[in-house]
Every structure is written in C-alpha cells, then in structure tokens.
C-alpha cells in the first residue's frame, strides 16, 4: 500500500499539526484525548471551556505530550480510548510520573474492557477511574476534576488525606464489615416486598428508569455508584449536572440548583424523599462494601472536590453510610455542621458509636418524617 492509499485511509485530523488540527488554548487546562471518538472529546471540553488534544493511539498521544509540554501548554485530564493491556496502562502512568505529569488524573473508556478485567482496573488503581462513554456522559468532566482535586491533594504530602484507610485496628474492620452483610441481607430480604411495591409505583407515576444511579465519593475518595429510588423527572439529574459545570450558573451555587432539583421531583418522589425510602437501595450499596450502615454521607464529587483541604480531608478517612451523626442529630441545613460531624465520627469512629447511632437512627427518621 502506497503512503497516499494510507494517507487516505486516516482522518485528516491525524495527519495535520497539532497547533492546526486541535483547538489547544495556553491560557488554559487541555484534555488529552487518545481515540477516534472526536465528538465526546468536543463536547467534554466545550463544557468546561477547555482546549483539548487528540491522538489515534497511545504511542502518538506519548509523542503529543512531550512536544506539548515543550510548548507549556497544560493539562486538566487524559482521557485513553483504545483497546490496551494492563501491562500497557502501567508503563504509561510511567512515563506520565517522569513527564512531571502525575498530578493529571487518567481516565479510561470502559468499552474496551470485560466486566472481569474492569473490576480488575479498579482495584488496582492501574488508572485514575474508568468510564463509560454513554453511560457516564454527563459525569465524566466532573470525575476528572474531582480526581485531579485528589492527586492534587495527596501529591501536596498532607498527612490528613489517607487513601483507603481502614478502620482502626483490623479486628474492628472485620467485624463491622461482617455486621454490614448481615444486616443489609436481613433488610433487604424483609424490605424486598415494599421496594417492589415502590418500584412499581415509580414506574406507573412517571416514565423513566425507576433506580437513579449517581456517582459519590466514599472512604479514601473512593468513587463508586450510588444507588436510589428515582424521585425527579427524566433528565432533571442530567441538567443539573451540566448546568454545574457551566461558569455561567456556578456563581448562583447550590441555590439555583436545588430549585431546578425541586420543581422536577415528581408526586411519588416527593412522598419517598420526605419519608427517606428513596434511599433503601443503599442497602445493596452496602452489601457489596461501597458503603456501611454507619458512617459519613457520601458527597457529590462537586461537593467532596471542596472538602480536600487540610480542615475537612480527614472526613474521608471513615466510611461512606447510610446514617451516621449528621443524620441523627439533625442538623443538615448548615454544610460546616454536617463536615463537623463527619470530622467527629472519623477521629471518634468505634464499633459502640456505630451501635449508639444505629440504636439511634429510628427516633430520628420518625422526627424527620413528623416534621414535614
């Protein structure tokens, strides 16, 4: 094959300069994309007002980054979306290591993997996180941030973040891991028929899927799927969430967005949200060990990206729960309250406090639901 039968076959955007082919701004973070998905790379960078990078595959996306870094441009993520090895991944978080670049979270396209080998990916932390490109469209951009908030972090040397911290002592840590089974199996086989019940009602109240699964960050910012009974109407989580990461709503904070939230929950969800049942599945969060009965509230990756400082790191050393000293006390309306209390229970945690807030818990959800 002659080098212009070749040629003819590769998009042009792989054969012009860089400087000429992708909208690289100096003024401002880049995403390095290593695909042929131009389209999601755009759009994802658009969103935030980045510049971006493309490359056809990983050893081309090596060469771009050196050059570019010669240049000064810099970069918020990279994001890897060709078919690679483990062994692959390894060396180029690497090279990234020695380019000065270790602090940029990496990010891989789930598409490419089995289900076996992305479970794999994950607890060996080969990558930053992986993602899907259809699944995961509308949180991709904020997972990137939240990661380069944490590499950030723990690359600063502050003692207070502590990635996958345990419990102390590791008696403890199996024990409480073992109460988490049993009483989440217990509850879900009791409460199996009311969740049906509820799923039914979802789905006869309004169109849409009847589980909301969005993405939170747990112990050691440990980013998982987080389970719920939907409560809003289709695409209201969708909206928020990109109306977040645009400049022009940010200003108006959570105020704005809360309102949007609000107006959109539907008869049913208003029902499950002041009666908490919208969070049942959570019980299935702790089963499979994202979260414990007892512990701090998984955040928002936009609200856990704010609290990686030296004052508030240290609520991610407990586990994410269900219910925990926030919710007992009842004090939600003020977030400093809420990061106290987290900060409490993680300096305090012990197998009795999870006993007194789990014997706890039931008073306070009843005044909860008495006071709507």
């Keep these: 094959m002659t080098k212009q039968e070749t040629a003819q076959k590769i998009p042009a955007y792989r054969l012009v300069s860089i400087q000429e082919s992708n909208p690289l701004i100096k003024q401002r973070e880049n995403i390095l994309y290593i695909g042929d998905n131009i389209t999601l790379v755009a759009n994802l960078a658009g969103s935030f007002r980045n510049g971006y990078a493309t490359a056809v595959n990983l050893q081309q996306g090596v060469s771009f980054l050196r050059e570019l870094l010669m240049d000064e441009f810099r970069f918020r993520g990279i994001m890897i979306d060709v078919p690679l090895h483990k062994l692959q991944l390894e060396k180029f978080m690497q090279f990234l290591q020695g380019a000065g670049l270790d602090q940029v979270p990496v990010l891989y396209v789930s598409t490419h993997l089995s289900q076996r080998e992305v479970e794999e990916m994950i607890n060996t932390h080969v990558v930053d996180d992986i993602v899907h490109p259809i699944r995961d469209i509308f949180t991709i951009g904020e997972r990137m941030d939240f990661v380069g908030q944490v590499k950030r972090q723990v690359a600063s040397g502050r003692k207070e973040v502590v990635v996958a911290t345990l419990l102390k002592g590791w008696l403890q840590a199996v024990v409480k891991r073992v109460a988490d089974i049993v009483i989440s199996s ?185 006071a709507h």
């Design 186 to 370: 217990i509850l879900i086989i009791l409460l199996a028929p009311l969740m049906l019940l509820l799923a039914i009602l979802i789905k006869l109240g309004s169109q849409g899927p009847i589980f909301h699964n969005a993405y939170r960050a747990g112990m050691g910012y440990t980013i998982f799927k987080f389970y719920r009974f939907r409560t809003t109407k289709v695409g209201t989580a969708r909206l928020i969430t990109s109306l977040s990461q645009v400049s022009l709503f940010r200003d108006h904070g959570a105020t704005f967005l809360k309102a949007c939230d609000e107006s959109s929950v539907t008869g049913i969800g208003q029902w499950l949200r002041r009666t908490c049942l919208d969070e049942l599945p959570q019980l299935f969060n702790v089963w499979k060990g994202d979260m414990s009965m007892v512990g701090n509230r998984p955040l928002p990756l936009n609200e856990a990206s704010q609290l990686t400082n030296d004052a508030f790191a240290e609520r991610f050393n407990a586990p994410a729960g269900i219910t925990g000293l926030w919710q007992i006390h009842l004090d939600g309306d003020v977030l400093r309250d809420r990061v106290q209390d987290d900060l409490m229970y993680a300096k305090q945690r012990s197998l009795w406090l999870d006993f007194t807030i789990l014997c706890r818990t039931p008073a306070a959800w009843w005044r909860k639901v008495n």
